[in-house]
């Protein structure tokens, strides 16, 4: 089972479309949660991080769910902006810590 | 503005060369990280480094050096021994690693990249 993981997707979807992605983590003990956002041959940037309550900023909201050990990400009313890689990222405490990035979903929003 | 560079953007190598990829950062950052990039795949952590005159190798870092000799400044060198050099390489930063007994981490802040391609 890999550390972390995403649908590849890709998702294609309507502009205004809510989009949800999910993304599953192997170790019971991370306490760091992020979703970066990636633009094509671009650096990755921070969308959000994830906290315990759930947290939302304008139109996204991250939910964290310890029990099952998976995040999400929502996207309400979809821009044509949104479309890009959406990297799951968290941080692995076994042998060490370190940061593992999830390979990432792919979001295309279509007119 | 205070950011993270690296340089050169395009970097073309041939086969048996040694290269230096820059990755300087102006934020006070203590950690800095090099990861790459292949396409379909998750970023793969190469080196990282929580402070000065320290670092860490990651998950591959075979064929890689890298230096932390100054807090802005983490090259990194790729070299003949690297079998498949041709990637898309990240050099981040954050606040603070997981050090000292902290097991969180805070979030990295990433350079523009800089892809090499092995001729």
């Known amino acids: 089972r890999k550390e972390v993981e995403q649908d590849p997707g890709p998702f294609n979807v309507p502009e205004g479309a809510t989009v949800a992605f999910n993304c599953t983590y192997s170790?019971?003990?991370?306490?760091?949660f992020f979703w970066y956002r990636q633009d094509c041959r671009k650096e990755p940037k921070l969308l959000m991080s994830?906290?315990?309550s759930g947290n939302e900023d304008g139109r996204f909201t991250a939910q964290l769910n310890r029990a099952s050990q998976y995040i999400s990400l929502l996207i309400r009313d979809s821009k044509l902006s949104d479309s890009a890689t959406y990297l799951c990222v968290v941080n692995i405490v076994t042998g060490g810590n370190k940061l593992v990035f999830g390979a990432g979903t792919i979001l295309r929003v279509k007119s | 503005d205070g950011g993270i560079t690296q340089s050169p953007k395009y970097l073309f190598r041939k086969e048996g060369q040694n290269v230096t990829l820059s990755c300087e950062q102006n934020?006070?950052?203590?950690?800095m990280y090099w990861y790459r990039q292949d396409p379909g795949q998750g970023l793969r952590l190469i080196y990282y480094s929580q402070i000065v005159n320290d670092f860490q190798k990651g998950d591959i870092a075979e064929g890689y050096s890298v230096s932390r000799e100054k807090k802005e400044s983490f090259p990194l060198t790729v070299t003949s021994a690297q079998k498949n050099p041709t990637a898309f390489y990240l050099c981040?930063?954050?606040?603070?690693?997981?050090?000292?007994?902290?097991?969180?981490?805070?979030?990295?802040?990433f350079g523009p990249g800089t892809r090499l391609t092995v001729l």
């Open positions: 994830v906290y315990s």
């Open positions: 934020l006070n950052h203590d950690a």
């Open positions: 981040a930063s954050s606040i603070r690693g997981a050090s000292g007994g902290r097991s969180s981490y805070n979030e990295q802040f």
């Open positions: 170790n019971s003990a991370s306490q760091s």
